[in-house]
């Protein structure tokens, strides 16, 4: 160590923060080094002169104070929020809480509004006798199609048990009659008045959750009205076979679902009221239904398979099996997942003679 | 206060105000003995006048107490203490609009403080009459070097003097680098010997 360096190191070497090794260099320099010996016995007698200054000492009843308020603190039940796992579990709690809350909330918000459900069939039928006989003769009783339609699971689900008990006809008396495959779409648009058409007609008054819903789909439900049908098209009668609706949804699929009920609620409700008419036989109503909610449903929602499905079994029901037909390739097409069940149908169609 | 709580003067700073934060308060008077002189001198020496220490004193151990749940032991006791101390007392001369640091060692009026006398009877206490005048001298020539440290200086020489911290922590405390907090304390050192030797004292 030379003086330099040794002056750069006076401070840490009089109050003692030194490293031992550094330390020992110091005091070996400053054996052999009289002037920088001479400068720091100089500081360290400064040092000493300082210590003697006197430390003036509080006030004893400040001390008292202070003492007496470090007691009463002592002395004061601890709060809960001392206690590092209060502080750990205080905000997954408060956290859970609120998620809990907002999952009710948005639950209750989802959840499909009650609306009173008034089938088409009976405007139709009250509106259009005449048409309704000529159904009567052209189809087969609705309810076993119906029945066919649905898996067991599923119609359990969603019929009130009444409902199920009385079998799938939704009103009293004798099984309401289908409509034929043109014919039920064009009863409808007779019997009712413009804004039905845009599917008013399968609300209640005064119901206007399902208002919204309904209001743009008029164009997608006149070019489906406009597939023509294909007479004694080598089917006698539509084949509904039992197999389930396609509900499988991935994790992916299910967070589009719920954009899509965000952005309207009424789909889950159209559909449920769409295979609630198929049960009972109402094809016209069934494809109605399950127009409007394809209209309402954007591409890639995973909530169109199940719409698809539905409307080519109203379809199938109505006779219109060129439209069926069309309709399961599309959702063979928009569907993986059902591609097979819809490949199925088509070469079933295929086989009976529709093109 | 060692001989009220042996068993707890033998704990280190951070173990007493631990067992102070779960309700000891017996802990906490063991630090107040340990720290209440240091504290106090750094105080009166920093803000010039002991009235002023006094109330900045009790507000820094107020602090301390009601900080007691969120002290962390790994932190260093008196490092904490003394920067509450010199965080109030900064907030002190900023509330009485004080630019530079009055100084104990130069009171605008010297009976309105007693630290002044009490200095030199402590250091005025050799019995023998010559050592005693030739003391109290050396009191006042060191009273007077001290008053003369530029603020800076003075609030790094008092810290390192009296509260046993390291330059590191005082850089810390103060918002200085290590180099400028040493470079401080022996310009501090230098200049009280200028000063003395000045007034006839080679130390």
């Known amino acids: 160590m030379n003086c330099q360096g040794a002056e750069n190191l006076f401070i840490e070497y009089l109050y003692g923060e030194l490293e031992p090794h550094q330390a020992e260099s110091m005091r070996a320099h400053l054996d052999r080094c009289g002037t920088c010996a001479a400068r720091l016995a100089e500081l360290a007698r400064v040092r000493e002169l300082a210590a003697t200054a006197p430390d003036p000492e509080p006030p004893r009843l400040t001390i008292n104070r202070v003492i007496a308020r470090a007691r009463e603190e002592a002395e004061r039940p601890r709060s809960l929020w001392t206690f590092k796992w209060v502080k750990v579990l205080a905000p997954v709690c408060l956290a859970m809480v609120v998620g809990g809350l907002v999952a009710y909330q948005l639950r209750i918000g989802l959840a499909p509004k009650p609306v009173a459900y008034t089938p088409a069939g009976e405007e139709q039928r009250q509106s259009a006798p005449t048409q309704d006989a000529e159904k009567k003769e052209t189809h087969a009783p609705a309810g076993n199609m119906g029945k066919e339609a649905l898996p067991a699971p599923s119609r359990a689900a969603k019929e009130p048990p009444s409902q199920r008990e009385k079998g799938a006809a939704p009103a009293p008396g004798p099984s309401p009659p289908s409509p034929g495959p043109s014919v039920a779409r064009e009863s409808a648009k007779q019997a009712l008045p413009p804004d039905a058409e845009r599917g008013k007609v399968m609300q209640a008054p005064g119901a206007p959750a399902a208002e919204s819903a309904v209001s743009a789909p008029a164009a997608l439900l006149s070019t489906r009205k406009e597939v023509p049908a294909l007479p004694g098209a080598g089917v006698g009668k539509a084949k509904v076979d039992a197999a389930p609706l396609p509900q499988t949804v991935s994790p992916a699929e299910k967070a589009l679902t719920d954009g899509g009920n965000k952005r309207d609620g009424s789909v889950p409700k159209l559909l449920s009221e769409g295979e609630q008419a198929l049960e009972a036989g109402s094809f016209g109503d069934a494809g109605q239904l399950f127009s409007r909610a394809l209209d309402l449903l954007p591409p890639g929602h995973p909530d169109r398979p199940r719409a698809l499905f539905g409307l080519a079994r109203a379809q199938e029901g109505q006779r219109d099996l060129a439209g069926a037909l069309r309709t399961y390739r599309e959702l063979a097409k928009e569907s993986p997942t059902h591609r097979e069940l819809a490949e199925g149908k088509m070469k079933e169609l295929s086989g009976a003679g529709v093109k | ?203």
């Open chain 2, 1 to 203: 206060m060692s001989e009220r709580f042996p068993r707890l003067h033998t704990l280190s700073d951070e173990e007493l105000m631990s067992r102070y934060a779960r309700g000891e308060e017996a802990a906490f008077e063991i630090l107040l003995s340990r720290y209440s002189r240091p504290l106090f001198t750094f105080l009166s020496r920093y803000l010039g006048r002991p009235d002023r220490a006094e109330d900045v004193f009790q507000e820094v151990f107020y602090e301390v107490i009601r900080g007691r749940s969120g002290y962390r032991p790994r932190h260093r006791f008196a490092a904490w203490l003394f920067r509450i101390g010199r965080n109030r007392a900064v907030d002190r001369l900023r509330r009485n609009g004080v630019r530079k640091m009055e100084s104990l060692d130069h009171p605008s009026n010297p009976r309105e403080h007693e630290g002044e006398n009490r200095v030199t009877n402590v250091v005025a206490g050799d019995p023998d009459p010559e050592n005693e005048v030739q003391g109290r001298e050396l009191s006042k020539a060191l009273e007077t070097a001290l008053a003369s440290l530029p603020a800076e200086q003075r609030e790094v020489f008092w810290l390192k003097e009296r509260s046993g911290l390291s330059l590191g922590e005082i850089a810390d405390i103060t918002g200085v680098s290590q180099n400028t907090a040493k470079s401080r304390l022996r310009y501090a050192l230098e200049k009280l010997r200028a000063t003395l030797v000045q007034q006839g004292f080679e130390p």
